[in-house]
Nanobody, 114 residues
Framework: QVQLVESGGGLVQAGGSLRLSCAAS??????LGWYRQIPGRQRELVAT???????NYLDSVKGRFTISRDNAKNTVYLQMNSLKPEDTAVYIC??????????WGQGTQVTVSS
């Protein structure tokens, strides 16, 4: 059974930092990533990382967020610095497979106060 379990969300003041973790089990994933969901808005892809370490970021988080992974632990991280109130969202771990299957975590709430 495939599971993606996130942790690390919470409440932080603007300018602060949080680190999210997502532990994957049941399958080895080449690509891992993070989406975020803001109420009333379309889900947006925040960052992705390949098994080899290639990364991509949403423009609005470039220079502030860093995605990384530990392949031995099948875990992906999202280090979020210089957080802004507009970063407030549910952050969801994402793991696509080459065959088209997609796996999602349950989401973790990040709230940034001004």
């Amino acid at each position: 059974q495939v599971q993606l379990v996130e942790s690390g969300g919470g409440l932080v003041q603007a300018g602060g930092s949080l680190r999210l973790s997502c532990a994957a089990s049941g399958m080895i994933f080449g690509m891992l990533g993070w989406y975020r969901q803001i109420p009333g808005r379309q889900r947006e892809l925040v960052a992705t990382i390949s098994r080899g370490g290639s990364t991509n970021y949403l423009d609005s988080v470039k220079g502030r967020f860093t995605i990384s992974r530990d392949n031995a632990k099948n875990t992906v991280y999202l280090q979020m610095n210089s957080l802004k109130p507009e970063d407030t969202a549910v952050y969801i771990c994402y793991a696509p497979r080459p065959d088209g299957r997609e796996y999602w975590g349950q989401g973790t709430q990040v709230t940034v106060s001004s």
